[in-house]
């Protein structure tokens, strides 16, 4: 077990890529604190997680709106009272998948609590809580470099390759304390928010859409958050200890051509 004895958080760790990743490390032996808004969905993640884990480890949950100064608090103040984290997972996310001309201001400054400021803050308040060789990993997407025809992506592109540019800053940054900072990068995944993202789209569109994502990846389909897994375990385990400012696109080879 590759994560036998550590300890890991995952933000959005309730479902879609972050229960997948909570899933792995809990396969591999960690302890695990999911967090989330969703009380319902925390349980059913926890069940999900117990089936998943070994013996002796754990599994916690916390519901916390990690896009308020509050959640963040109360994300820090759960993490305080057990032992030092080896693994951050910033997952959370939301996706305003509409057109520049139609982003409003809450959009906006709802996409950047959550997908940027959220990952930075978070970060910063648990560094002294994080052990001597922590890994931190952030979710962010191939938006931030590569973009799908008819599908607006401009908001959430800008606070991914804010994210992006975050993870490469904290890698210098926090390297010489031993933390190492990556990203993972998925291409089109089949989860719940991506299909909210998509609902609202014209039919035709969604149809263009299909066939679009057909013909484009190399390996002839969209993700599953199964496959952001293996990745997540590598950055978070001793194997990785040389690995850091990566961003790491794991896309079905979309990015590239």
């Known amino acids: 077990m590759r994560l036998h004895g550590k300890r890991a958080l995952v933000t959005g760790g309730s479902d879609g890529i972050g229960l997948a990743i909570s899933e792995a490390f809990a396969r591999e032996g960690a302890d695990v604190l999911i967090v989330g808004r969703d009380a319902g969905k925390l349980e059913a993640a926890r069940r999900t997680l117990i089936a998943s884990?070994?013996?002796?480890?754990?599994?916690?949950?916390?519901?916390?709106?990690?896009?308020?100064?509050?959640?963040?608090?109360?994300?820090?103040?759960?993490?305080?009272?057990?032992?030092?984290?080896?693994?951050?997972?910033?997952?959370?996310?939301?996706?305003?998948?509409?057109?520049?001309?139609?982003?409003?201001?809450?959009?906006?400054?709802q996409s950047f609590a959550l997908n940027v400021t959220a990952a930075f803050f978070l970060t910063q308040r648990l560094l002294p809580h994080?052990?001597?060789?922590?890994?931190?990993?952030?979710?962010?997407?191939?938006?931030?470099?590569?973009?799908?025809?008819?599908?607006?992506?401009?908001?959430?592109?800008l606070s991914k390759g804010a994210l992006n540019s975050l993870t490469k800053s904290l890698a210098f940054e926090l390297g010489p304390r031993g933390i190492?900072?990556?990203?993972?990068?998925?291409?089109?995944?089949?989860?719940?928010?991506?299909?909210?993202?998509?609902?609202?789209?014209?039919?035709?569109?969604?149809?263009?859409?299909?066939?679009?994502?057909?013909?484009?990846?190399?390996?002839?389909?969209i993700g599953q958050t199964s496959?952001?897994?293996g990745i997540a375990v590598y950055l978070a385990c001793d194997e990785a200890a040389w690995t850091s400012g990566g961003i790491f696109a794991i896309d079905g080879g979309y990015t590239a051509g």
Request: hydrophobic share 40%; glycine share 4%; net charge neutral.
């Open 227 to 229: 496959d952001l897994a």
């Open 53 to 109: 884990s070994k013996d002796g480890s754990t599994v916690e949950t916390l519901s916390a709106d990690l896009s308020t100064s509050a959640g963040i608090d109360a994300v820090a103040a759960h993490v305080k009272q057990g032992r030092p984290l080896d693994v951050l997972v910033n997952n959370a996310g939301v996706a305003f998948l509409v057109p520049f001309e139609s982003v409003t201001e809450e959009q906006f400054q």
């Open 130 to 157: 994080l052990t001597a060789a922590a890994s931190v990993i952030n979710i962010s997407s191939y938006f931030a470099s590569k973009m799908i025809p008819k599908r607006p992506s401009s908001l959430y592109s």
């Open 180 to 221: 190492r900072v990556n990203a993972i990068a998925p291409g089109t995944v089949d989860t719940a928010m991506r299909r909210k993202s998509i609902v609202n789209l014209p039919a035709e569109a969604q149809a263009e859409l299909k066939a679009y994502v057909e013909r484009s990846y190399p390996l002839g389909r």
